[in-house]
């Protein structure tokens, strides 16, 4: 008897010492998480901001950070960061779901609002990121764009982009595949140096 | 005490492989209660191939467009090229395991493919057919 309980002790021992070991495991995931989308260790020039604090001097455009838009809006492609349009661009998108560039994205009130209120909060008028701020000052105030790849800052950064590189080309299609040509643009990088366009190769110019 | 410590790693990873099908039965159940009447796995492949003009894109399309012809493989979104996980349950254990997830899905893309939601007949067939896989 007194061998069955000392045994039952040791299990308790090892589900405890586990139990902790898994939730340092889940603390110290998190805390890389936070240094990615926060940390500046991915840009190497910012251009344009000579003037930003550390705070602003973060990745090209803020890292998606909301699992409920990552699963909905990455079923069909890439999932755009929220800061590559403007607060306006979301909302509109976002009530016309069942015609959506030609596709049905039908989403239940629930997630529709809640990826909804995550757009706005993240929008290019609210980030103070490189790429969102280039975007805002291209798009006109009474403008509502409903594609990324149709904004004057896009079209500018991709009017040397040749037709046989994207549209006729099976592996891209389209521009709206951001992540065919941009190695890094999970992670909110779109720099020139770390474009591979399939079939192509890197890009330089 | 000791002697149910078994039960730990069943529960943990037995669950997993059982899930998919209660699901579809759970599904196919309510689809009963609402005018189906046995699901038909040979119907489901069947109206899974047929060809539907989708009048935006001016092109004739089937469930197999983006799924593709081999569903134990992945498929191809059509317009964007995203790659489609399998569909087959049996290659991919994701599948067929959330009712919300298979309805969302139901609603769009039959909407989309076939210019109409898809009646409850169709879809326990069309779940009876993928389920066969």
């Known amino acids: 008897m007194k061998q069955k309980l000392k045994c039952n002790r040791i299990w308790g021992m090892m589900l405890l010492v586990g139990c902790i070991m898994l939730s340092m495991g889940t603390l110290a995931w998190s805390d890389d998480d936070e240094w990615f989308e926060h940390g500046n260790k991915h840009e190497s020039e910012y251009g344009e901001g000579k003037h930003e604090s550390a705070w602003q001097r973060t990745t090209g455009v803020a890292v998606v950070s909301n699992k409920l838009y990552k699963t909905e809006c990455s079923a069909c492609h890439f999932a755009y960061q929220p800061g590559f349009l403007p607060a306006r661009s979301w909302v509109k998108m976002m009530s016309s779901l069942d015609d959506h560039f030609g596709e049905n994205a039908e989403l239940d009130a629930t997630s529709r609002t809640a990826i909804e209120q995550y757009l706005r909060g993240h929008a290019a008028d609210r980030q103070p990121n490189r790429f969102s701020r280039s975007m805002m000052r291209s798009i006109g105030k009474r403008e509502t764009p409903l594609r990324i790849s149709q904004t004057p800052y896009f079209q500018r950064k991709h009017h040397e982009v040749p037709a046989r590189m994207v549209k006729n080309n099976p592996k891209v299609r389209s521009f709206a595949n951001c992540a065919s040509c941009h190695q890094g643009a999970a992670k909110g990088q779109f720099d020139e140096d770390a474009v591979r366009i399939p079939g192509f190769g890197n890009w330089e110019d | ?133």
């Not at chain 2, 002697?3 to 990873?13: A, C, D, E, M, T």
């Not at chain 2, 899974?48 to 004739?60: A, D, G, I, N, S």
């Open chain 2, 1 to 133: 005490m000791k002697k149910y410590f078994w039960l730990i790693p069943v529960l943990l990873f037995g669950g997993q492989a059982q899930a998919g099908e209660s699901v579809v039965q759970a599904l196919t159940g309510q689809y009963q209660q609402h005018g189906a009447g046995l699901a038909d796995a040979a119907h489901g492949k069947e109206i899974w191939q047929q060809q539907h003009m989708q009048k935006k894109l001016k092109k004739r399309v089937s469930c197999a467009s983006c799924h593709g012809a081999d569903l134990r493989r992945s498929g191809e979104h059509l317009r964007t090229g995203k790659r489609i996980e399998p569909m087959a349950p049996s290659v991919n254990q994701e599948r067929l395991s959330d009712p919300k997830k298979i309805e969302k899905w139901f609603l769009r893309n039959c909407k989309w493919t076939w210019g109409r939601e898809c009646t409850t007949q169709e879809k326990a067939d069309i779940l009876a057919f993928l389920q066969s896989l």
